[in-house]
């Protein structure tokens, strides 16, 4: 197949009809047209219902993720550990009645803080090396079966853990959870994939923003749930964290295999309205086609690259934020945000509602027309990155001032929800159909540069905990999301790329030519795409 750039406009609206096929060049144009026909069937619509099931994975997905975070605190035996030095801490600030010490019980288990970061970083590394071949598969199997599957696998092997730990020591929880890993690595790839084959481009911000604020959702659920099962819990309190969140996963994978299904053509009892609703605004066809991955193209478009970036400095000033933010408030406020279940989730509470009402301005700015694609993703990815940049920065100088540092750090993380109508949704604008594929790309390297950020902020504070020691921490963290923000402004697009043009695949393939007679309004309808086209140039 021979991939060609695109053609004027003048010889775009000449070659709209081919076959039956219509091209999807001028988004704002074809959405104009199609809700005129958009099926009035309020919140009973199909793809409501699978974008509420790619949610509770999200959330499943991060509950998995972080509950061990939580579980390891009640696992660990504090007293037998032994690392011949105590906690640095600053003596800059003085202590406040804010510090609370905790005398919970101690655990099984009398490993140190090196053996405790490789059982915590054990789930990442199977997540991260999963991500580029499940994105690749799901292109040409489908994103359903490795995204269902993966995550029961995530589920089933939740209720090895205790086991794992008991009997296989440190070596063998880590096998389990990099097992874990692995099936989970499908989750995000595959969620975009089929976000791509089932919301249409007017929809996107908010029903992206919805399943991904997923993530936390499931950090809010898991953080205070965590606690109070390591505490009450059964068969020693931590395993039932397992247990719980192991079942409640699998039981979540079994009813996502039933009841969802890969696109609108493969469902067997969706509105015939709004099958044609979503595959006509998507593909300009009711045939949804996979062609080979254009790796060529990909691999040359700066907006590929302007997305691979913002994703990957989002990831690093994240982990600075989430991660490092609440060490600092250890060892130099002596506050530390474990002691209270509430504040801990209140940052995620913050990007969750934040996230949730930008998605909705963001399909607005584009439903109304006053701002096309490409400037609605910039706006929001601006508020996404720039927000949080600022918010590190001005957290280097709030010196001992407790209450303001935990306010700025609920302020920055709820401003970072406006990347989920900023890049993170920018995949699907791109390219509809290999949207899964490029996710997989800028998550994994995204994956890999959070992994720097508690590295790179170990080496600088270096048993040095001091005031200007973290400054540097967060100035670098800030630059880095300002630079990928500013990069993304530049070189960002909201348009569907020339390597993905459905005009290119008509040539190899007949199966439209095919199809049986389309229905007077589907006709009538794509009669008037080229007019319209043609009155907005």
């Known amino acids: 197949m021979t991939l060609t750039r695109p053609q004027p406009l003048h010889h775009q609206s000449e070659n709209r009809q081919r076959n039956g096929h219509v091209l999807v060049w001028d988004q704002n144009s074809f959405n104009e047209i199609f809700e005129e026909t958009k099926p009035k069937l309020g919140l009973l619509q199909t793809r409501f219902f699978v974008t509420f099931m790619l949610f509770l994975g999200m959330a499943n997905a991060y509950v998995m993720r972080t509950n061990m975070s939580v579980a390891i605190v009640a696992m660990v035996n504090h007293t037998a550990i032994n690392d011949g030095h105590e906690d640095v801490m600053d003596d800059e600030c003085p202590d406040a009645n804010y510090t609370e010490v905790d005398h919970g019980q101690d655990g099984e288990f009398a490993w140190n803080s090196a053996l405790q970061g490789y059982i915590l970083s054990s789930f990442f590394y199977g997540y991260v090396i999963t991500q580029i071949p499940f994105g690749m598969l799901a292109k040409k199997y489908g994103a359903l079966r490795f995204l269902g599957y993966g995550m029961l696998i995530n589920s089933v092997f939740a209720f090895l853990v205790p086991v794992a730990a008991r009997e296989g020591g440190v070596w063998g929880l880590c096998v389990v959870r990099f097992i874990q890993g692995l099936g989970e690595g499908p989750i995000v790839p595959c969620t975009h994939a089929l976000l791509a084959k089932w919301i249409p481009p007017n929809e996107r911000s908010r029903m992206g923003a919805a399943v991904y604020a997923g993530a936390q959702f499931g950090t809010i659920i898991s953080m205070p749930l965590s606690g109070l099962l390591a505490e009450y819990g059964f068969d020693g309190g931590w395993p039932s964290i397992f247990y719980v969140f192991g079942a409640v996963g699998t039981i979540w994978s079994i009813a996502f295999i039933i009841w969802?299904?890969?696109?609108?053509?493969?469902?067997?009892?969706?509105?015939?309205?709004?099958?044609?609703y979503i595959n006509t605004s998507l593909w300009g066809t009711t045939e949804v086609k996979s062609p080979p991955i254009p790796f060529k193209g990909i691999f040359k478009s700066l907006p590929f690259y302007a997305i691979l970036l913002a994703h990957m400095g989002h990831n690093y000033g994240y982990e600075t934020l989430m991660t490092e933010l609440p060490t600092y408030m250890k060892q130099v406020l002596r506050f530390s945000l474990k002691s209270n279940g509430l504040l801990s989730s209140l940052p995620y509470l913050a990007m969750w509602i934040f996230s949730m009402g930008i998605s909705v301005v963001a399909d607005w700015m584009i439903s109304s027309k006053r701002f096309n694609h490409t400037q609605t993703r910039k706006v929001m990815n601006s508020i996404g990155q720039y927000g949080p940049g600022l918010a590190l920065v001005a957290a280097s100088y709030t010196g001992c001032n407790r209450v303001l540092t935990l306010a700025i750090l609920t302020v920055g993380v709820?401003?970072?929800?406006?990347?989920?109508?900023?890049?993170?949704?920018?995949?699907?604008?791109?390219?509809?159909?290999?949207?899964?594929?490029?996710?997989?790309?800028?998550n994994c390297s995204a994956n890999l540069a959070g992994l720097l950020a508690p590295i790179a902020a170990g080496n600088l504070i270096n048993n040095q905990p001091t005031i200007a020691q973290w400054q540097k921490v967060f100035f670098i963290a800030a630059a880095i999301y300002i630079i990928a923000g500013t990069f993304f402004n530049i070189f960002g697009s909201g348009e569907r790329q020339y390597w993905d043009n459905p005009d290119n695949d008509v040539r190899d393939n007949n199966v439209l030519e095919s199809q049986t007679h389309v229905s007077?309004?589907?006709?009538?309808?794509?009669?008037?795409?080229p007019a319209a086209i043609t009155a907005n140039q």
């Open 414 to 442: 709820g401003l970072n929800g406006g990347i989920y109508s900023g890049f993170k949704i920018n995949h699907l604008d791109l390219t509809p159909r290999f949207a899964g594929f490029l996710m997989a790309i800028t």
């Open 520 to 529: 007077s309004q589907e006709d009538s309808t794509r009669r008037r795409i």
């Open 260 to 276: 969802v299904y890969e696109d609108p053509s493969s469902h067997p009892s969706i509105d015939e309205r709004e099958k044609k």
